[in-house]
């Protein structure tokens, strides 16, 4: 079992650049992709981004609506991944779910941050 800890959404202001971090525990060794998706109000859950971890390497891919402004990174270390949010616009406003999985394609949800952006 992998457990998933989100931390870092809350209120921010149109414009603003706040980080989610999620770290990981349990039975880690496996993992190879860490990613981060949305659900806004209504809609479906969304991939917003991705990282694939090959040996010590990382291959981030991200959603059309985030490139360029939210970046996915990963400390292997200390089994954390981040999202580095910038440029954030009121239609980022979600509920943010970080999620992970291993080699056997089983996957882990966290229990999700929720990210609002309003003035």
């Known amino acids: 079992q992998v457990q998933l800890v989100e931390s870092g959404g809350g209120l921010v202001q149109p414009g603003g650049s706040p980080r989610l971090s999620c770290a990981a525990s349990?039975?880690?060794?496996?993992?190879?992709?860490m990613g981060w998706y949305r659900q806004a109000p209504g809609k479906e859950r969304e991939l917003v981004a991705l990282i694939t971890s090959v040996g010590n390497t990382n291959y981030p891919s991200y959603a059309d609506s985030v490139k360029g402004r939210f970046t996915i990174s990963r400390d292997n270390a200390k089994n954390t991944t981040y999202l580095q949010m910038n440029s954030l616009k009121p239609e980022d406003t979600a509920v943010y779910y970080c999620?992970?999985?291993?080699?056997?394609?089983?996957?882990?949800w966290g229990q999700g941050t929720q990210v609002t952006v309003s003035s």
């Open positions: 349990g039975s880690t060794v496996n993992i190879n992709a």
């Open positions: 999620n992970a999985r291993n080699i056997y394609y089983i996957t882990y």
